[in-house]
């Protein structure tokens, strides 16, 4: 074949060197618009397994590699005059001109051609390729071209940053961070070579502009970061190697993703996007070089299964796109993840974390490392931050004992103190009779609360038969419902160290409504066997099925916030020991506040601060009759996930409002308010609702959502991302998942209902021999 690699970085050198030692015979030219060794930036870093990956593929590019390349484990983090190491890490760092220089003499060597100083404008410039490999950077002309077939996405995101260099030499890859009276700035540097430091500096475009950086050129930037930095610098310099650029060299990150990857042109030649053309990833985790080396990898791969002549090139670049488009964006949304982190630090994280909990955070920014993953990297580093934690919750650890994982530290609100952090998220059940909790309530929750939770919480419980989501869903509206919650409560204090919750809710618009086997969200069969429903606004949940809610008067709302606190009373009454009200998920106070179904004209319309009116006045009088002692959350859907709906930024408003009212926690949740949403589902997926309205409203939150392994709540909690995780479906499946996962995990501390005392040590030996077979069988395939 011929091939023409547009671009001469890393993907299109790379992949003329693995498909050249495929096969001598392809005629493979990389065309490059700067001179023979010039390349400008400063050093790219990739992890150790990508070294083993490139390999695996080409052994003398890799040694040569090897023999440059600066190698670390550890991570340092300057913050608030504290230095912070953890180890086990393992990057490589190796200057960019140097890792190209051993690209283009593999080039040579295999006899890829060479052309320098040429620059592409179009890819008909090359009538007679099979085969064209746009690898021509993030500014790619040949995607620019044809963007009518590449439909690319380019967001530019809003931090600045400067890329420098030192000739400090650094042992870690050190992240410092430096406040200032506008803002933070934080510098992201390694080692590259035996002198030289890669030196970037980044900043919100607010601090940015607030000291003048937009209105100064290069030195003056240079002096202003120097003096900056001259704590972690010790009197080294910073140089640019971008006197090319005009003006200050400060940037915008641009995140580039593509729908389609390639496509075949008029000279029946097919053109390929690959590395920075097709895909960026955030320096923050160092993506960026990894990215376009396995782009070659992989096209080569698919070259060497499906076969490499010009009659396959059409599968082998549908399979590629296909395979590597998966990973591609797995690792784009990593780095995307560790982007906002850096991006929103300064207003979200360096204020509010001590330099412990900041580093946790950090190193676990991208969800990628998560807190079993850091042990692995560095478990002392990780006890010792454990045993950190467990202090700042009152747990006093001796020195030669093992901490406790985050998740079964206690937590205290108000006057009640949870054993733990793991709470058993309300789940509707739709097995109620006229609203009573039966035997059924009974053991579905009492074995959930012998389970090891700390809190178990019942499913939204109505204020009236008419705010009921189905006719199996509970209330507290009558003596014998109140009655029946009285049993279960006392149950629970009776037989378990657990907490229970009561959750106070109306469904409005989404009430009167099938059970949830029988169809969701759809009206009673036959109509006559609906009640009238209710909402801020009239409105139909599911438009032309649903039925259409009434919107309510003022007197109305009247009677509805009595019915409120009169449910808050009886809780009280029956011993519940913590309460929270319903305001999520289109529900009836989940009606007034979001703009989607709240089209009311009076003061309770309008502004968020006249949406939040009634549902403000329904907490106030609850929180007035609820015990003092005693804990109040409320649920918020966070995200609408609709154009026009509530978003996050509305959200931490939201939080602030409740807050200021009395309310002790914000549970997390999002979206349900409108059938046009589009969520973004995946795992632990709405806990960054929790972490901004924890940092920046200031209240403790409960993350919910797609939490179902230990793991997952080491994380959240170690990291201060929540308070509480509220574990759904997995207790669904298992009564006592937080006793199990304790044991999977090892930690052996903690107490089972005596009646099971024998099952604990079965399970605990079960999971640590699973655990060693497991280990066995790895060191067996090393």
């Not at 040949?142 to 260099?165: A, C, M, S, Y």
């Not at 006057?415 to 009974?442: E, F, I, W």
């Not at 009595?562 to 529900?587: M, R």
Request: charge should be negative.
């Amino acid at each position: 074949m011929k091939i023409v690699c547009i671009g001469g970085g890393a993907a299109g050198l790379y992949f003329g060197v693995l498909m050249k030692q495929h096969n001598p015979e392809h005629d493979i030219t990389v065309v490059e618009r700067n001179r023979p060794y010039d390349t400008f930036g400063w050093g790219v870093v990739f992890s150790d397994a990508t070294m083993d990956n490139m390999r695996d593929w080409d052994a003398p590019t890799a040694d040569a590699i090897q023999q440059a390349f600066n190698h670390w484990d550890d991570i340092d983090l300057e913050f608030k005059g504290q230095t912070i190491r953890s180890g086990g890490h393992g990057f490589v760092g190796i200057g960019r001109k140097k890792m190209l220089n051993i690209l283009q003499d593999r080039c040579q060597e295999l006899g890829v051609k060479l052309v320098f100083e040429q620059d592409v404008d179009s890819d008909a410039e090359f009538a007679d390729a099979d085969l064209i490999i746009a690898s021509d950077g993030i500014n790619s002309k040949i995607r620019t071209l044809h963007q009518d077939k590449f439909q690319p996405e380019l967001v530019l995101r809003p931090n600045r940053f400067i890329w420098l260099g030192t000739d400090r030499l650094y042992d870690a890859f050190t992240f410092a961070f430096e406040k200032t009276e506008h803002g933070w700035f934080q510098a992201h540097i390694y080692k590259f070579d035996e002198e030289t430091s890669t030196f970037i500096v980044e900043c919100p475009e607010h601090v940015w502009e607030a000291h003048g950086l937009d209105k100064m050129n290069q030195e003056e930037s240079i002096a202003f970061c120097e003096k900056l930095f001259a704590n972690n610098l010790k009197g080294a310099k910073l140089m640019t190697n971008a006197r090319h650029l005009r003006g200050s060299a400060w940037i915008n990150f641009t995140r580039v993703k593509c729908d389609q990857w390639w496509f075949k042109n008029d000279n029946n030649a097919h053109v390929v996007l690959m590395g920075d053309a097709v895909h960026t990833a955030h320096f923050a985790i160092g993506s960026g070089t990894k990215l376009a080396l396995e782009d070659a990898i992989e096209l080569t791969r698919q070259f060497q299964l499906l076969g490499d002549s010009p009659d396959k090139i059409e599968e082998v670049l549908t399979t590629y796109q296909a395979v590597r488009s998966v990973e591609a964006l797995r690792l784009q949304n990593a780095a995307w993840n560790a982007m906002e982190w850096f991006e929103v630090c300064g207003v979200r994280y360096c204020d509010q974390l001590t330099p412990e909990q900041f580093m946790y955070s950090m190193l676990t920014r991208s969800q990628r490392i998560s807190h079993e993953n850091l042990r692995l990297r560095d478990k002392d580093w990780l006890e010792g931050y454990e045993r950190w934690f467990a202090q700042q919750a009152g747990v006093n650890v001796a020195a030669d004992a093992t901490p406790p994982p985050p998740m079964f530290t206690p937590y205290k609100v108000r006057g009640l103190t949870l054993k733990n952090r793991v709470m058993v998220s309300p789940m509707a059940q739709y097995s109620c009779v006229d609203g009573l909790p039966g035997d059924y309530h009974l053991v579905h929750l009492g074995a959930r609360a012998q389970g090891g939770a700390a809190l178990v919480m019942a499913e939204m419980t109505c204020i009236n038969p008419e705010g009921r989501i189905t006719p199996g869903c509970p209330g507290i509206y009558t003596a014998e419902q109140k009655a029946a919650w009285k049993r279960i409560t006392d149950w629970i204090h009776q037989n378990t160290d657990a907490k229970f919750a009561l959750q106070i809710g109306h469904a409005g618009p989404k009430a009167s409504t099938r059970l949830a086997w029988d169809g969701t969200d759809l009206p009673l069969e036959p109509a006559s066997a609906n009640w009238p429903i209710v909402a801020a606004s009239e409105q139909q949940y599911i438009p032309g099925v649903s039925q259409t809610a009434k919107a309510l008067d003022k007197a109305e709302m009247e009677v509805l916030k009595q019915q409120f606190v009169k449910a808050a009373q009886d809780a009280a009454d029956i011993g519940v020991d913590w309460l929270e009200l319903h305001c999520a998920h289109g529900y009836l106070l989940s009606s007034f506040i979001s703009p989607l179904t709240n089209k009311r004209t009076d003061e309770y319309g309008g502004s968020l601060e006249n949406r939040l009116r009634f549902p403000l006045e329904v907490f106030t009088a609850m929180r007035a009759v609820w015990p003092q002692d005693k804990p109040m959350s409320v649920r918020i859907s966070a995200h609408d996930w609709v154009e026009g709906g509530i978003t996050p930024e509305d959200a931490v408003e939201i939080a602030k409002a409740f807050k200021a009212a009395g309310a002790d926690m914000i549970d997390c949740s999002s979206g349900q308010v409108s059938k046009e949403e589009k969520p973004t589902f995946g795992r632990m997926w709405q806990t960054p609702f929790a972490d901004r309205i924890r940092q920046e409203a200031g209240i403790p939150t409960i993350a919910v959502g797609a939490i179902s392994e230990a793991d997952h709540v080491n994380s959240i909690i170690a990291a201060g991302r929540a308070d509480l995780c509220a574990v759904a479906r997995p207790h669904l499946a298992n009564p006592a998942w937080t006793l199990s996962e304790a044991a999977r995990i090892g930690y052996t501390d903690i107490a089972w209902p005596r009646p099971y005392f024998h099952g604990k040590s079965q399970m605990e030996a079960n999971f640590a021999r699973a655990q060693a077979q497991a280990a066995q069988a790895n060191q067996l395939k090393g």
